[in-house]
C-alpha cells in the first residue's frame, strides 16, 4: 500500500457520514409534517391536541328563554271588571275582564278563562257558562310582576230572547277560573241575565275571548 492511499479515502469517509447524518433528519422533518401528529419513542401514534377557539366551544343542552312553562295561578292574579261606559252593539254588550300578576315574579296566561253568573260568590251558577269566541285564538301571554292582560267578555240582553226560554233573573256575581286552574275568583258585577238552560240553537248568551295582552278598556270588542 502507497502512503497517498489514506488521504483519499478520509474525505470519501466524512462525505458519507453526513450525507447519513442529512438522509435521517430530512426523513423525520417529512413524516412529521404529512401526518400532523408526533411519533412516540415506541413508534405509536399519539392523538394530536386541538385547541378550540371561544366561538367554537362545545355547545350544552338548550335550555328555555322564558317563563312560559310558570302558569299563573288564582293566588297570583287579581281578576276586575271593567263596566264603565261599556260598549254595546247588535244587543249585546262587552266588558273586559283584567286579570293582573300581584305576584313577585313573572307567569303566563294562555287560552281562555272560564265564566258564569252566580247567585253569591259561594252560591250556585246561573244559566249556561259562556262559550268560548273562536275569533281570538289563544296565544301565551307573559305577564311581569304588576302587568295586566284581558279577556273581552259579552254578554247579550236578556229581553232578546223569549222569557219562557230565558227567565230572566238580576245577577250580582261572576264566577271567573283562569286558563288552567282550579280555582275560582268572584267578581262583583250586576246584571239581567239568562237563568234558563237554554238550547244552543238560540245562541250564546254569554261569551268570552281568549285572553291577550294589556289590559281591557271599555268597549273594547266591537
Known amino acids: 500500500m502507497t502512503p497517498s492511499a489514506h488521504p483519499a479515502r478520509r474525505p470519501l469517509a466524512a462525505a458519507a457520514l453526513v450525507c447519513g447524518v442529512l438522509l435521517v433528519a430530512a426523513c423525520g422533518s417529512t413524516e412529521s409534517t404529512t401526518s400532523g401528529q408526533a411519533l412516540s419513542a ?28 310558570n302558569a299563573c295561578t288564582s293566588s297570583e292574579l287579581k281578576v276586575a271588571i271593567v263596566t264603565g261606559s261599556g260598549g254595546a252593539a247588535a244587543g249585546s254588550t262587552y266588558y ?3 286579570f293582573t300578576n300581584t305576584s313577585g315574579s ?6 281562555y278563562p272560564g265564566v258564569s253568573f252566580v247567585t253569591s260568590p ?13 275569533a281570538v ?11 295586566t292582560a284581558h279577556a273581552t267578555l259579552q254578554v247579550v240582553d236578556a229581553q232578546n230572547y223569549s222569557a219562557s226560554a230565558c227567565n230572566p233573573v238580576t245577577a250580582h256575581w261572576l264566577r271567573v277560573f283562569a286558563p288552567n286552574q282550579a280555582t275560582a275568583s268572584q267578581v262583583s258585577f250586576t246584571a239581567l241575565v239568562c237563568s234558563g238552560n237554554m238550547s244552543s240553537s238560540l245562541g250564546s248568551p254569554l261569551s ?10 271599555a268597549g273594547q270588542g266591537l
Open 42 to 69: 415506541s413508534g405509536a401514534q399519539s392523538a394530536p391536541v386541538v385547541s378550540l377557539p371561544p366561538s367554537a366551544s362545545p355547545a350544552g343542552p338548550a335550555m328555555p328563554s322564558g317563563t312560559a312553562g
Open 96 to 98: 273586559p275582564l283584567n
Open 106 to 111: 313573572s307567569c303566563t296566561l294562555d287560552g
Open 122 to 134: 259561594s252560591g250556585t251558577q246561573i244559566g249556561r257558562p259562556a262559550t268560548r269566541n273562536p
Open 137 to 147: 285564538h289563544p296565544a301565551s301571554v307573559t305577564l311581569a310582576p304588576g302587568a
Open 208 to 217: 268570552v275571548d281568549a285572553i291577550t295582552a294589556g289590559a281591557g278598556r
